[in-house]
């Protein structure tokens, strides 16, 4: 459970050093990973308040106006290659209430499509924790993602787009926070969680704390990612995965109408 970086081994004897780079004098930036995010007309204010919790937990991300509904492919690949990034988090609501996220690597794939459901804001959760704004966080994944090809290929997707590179100019020091990504194989879901690391007092981790007694607390946001499929290209291509028990929402509704 460590970020995905060029990070220099601790030397022996340095104790612990895992919540912060081991040089912090450093200045190298190797991993040149950045995301644009994007939202299509028609999110819900939940939805912008869920768009902009993500962007306050990653550093290497910008933010671009609501997007038109045509040529979109287009346009996301043009304002990316702009903006010098090579990942995208496409945002597509529909009829003002169903969430979508498309997250791809621009201009030439692969791309994933997955609806967002049970969206807890941090806002509406209220939690206790907290945490400082552009640190790096540990992504945490559970061994499905480990076990077949589909979960390995999000795995990668979910790292190179969510995780903060080292020495990013936007970025904190320090690690003071995991996001968790957790495969429920009955549901075919990935839940997204967000915890604060805290010490036995719940007060700020530090080196001198006993890394046994740390604690996470939960500081959202939270929601549910439904996979639906994934191309080789972005937002179109070939197939590469296909979720055949994905149930639209309008089926869904229809069938609890009767």
Not at 162 to 181: G, R
Not at 228 to 240: H, N, P, Q, R, Y
């Amino acid at each position: 459970m460590v970020p995905k970086d060029e990070e220099e081994p601790t030397k022996e004897g340095e104790g612990l050093s895992a919540f912060k780079d081991a040089d912090p004098n450093s200045k190298d930036w190797k991993n040149r990973q950045r995301t644009m995010i994007f939202s299509s007309r028609g999110v819900t204010s939940t939805h912008q308040i869920l768009i902009k919790d993500i962007h306050n937990l990653i550093a290497n991300t910008k933010i671009e106006n609501r997007m038109p509904p045509k040529n979109v492919k287009a346009i996301l690949d043009d304002i990316c290659f702009e903006r010098s990034c090579n990942n995208f988090m496409y945002f597509e609501a529909h009829k003002h209430q169903d969430l979508f996220m498309w997250l791809a690597k621009s201009p030439a794939g692969p791309s994933m499509k997955f609806e967002i459901k049970d969206i807890h804001t941090s806002n509406e959760l209220k939690l206790q924790g907290n945490c400082l704004k552009y640190s790096r966080p540990f992504l945490s994944f559970d061994a499905s993602f480990d076990k077949m090809a589909h979960l390995k290929l999000m795995k990668e997707m979910f790292v190179q787009v969510f995780n903060t590179p080292k020495n990013h100019p936007k970025s904190k020091p320090f690690i003071d926070h995991v996001i968790s990504f957790n495969y429920l194989a009955e549901e075919g879901s990935v839940y997204f969680r967000v915890y604060q690391v805290v010490n036995e007092f719940e007060t700020l981790f530090t080196e001198k704390c006993d890394v046994e007694k740390l604690v996470l607390i939960e500081i959202g946001p939270r929601m549910k990612f439904v996979p639906i499929k994934m191309l080789d290209g972005t937002l179109s291509g070939e197939s590469l995965w296909q979720n055949d028990k994905f149930i639209t929402p309008n089926k869904v509704r229809s069938k609890a109408m009767g």
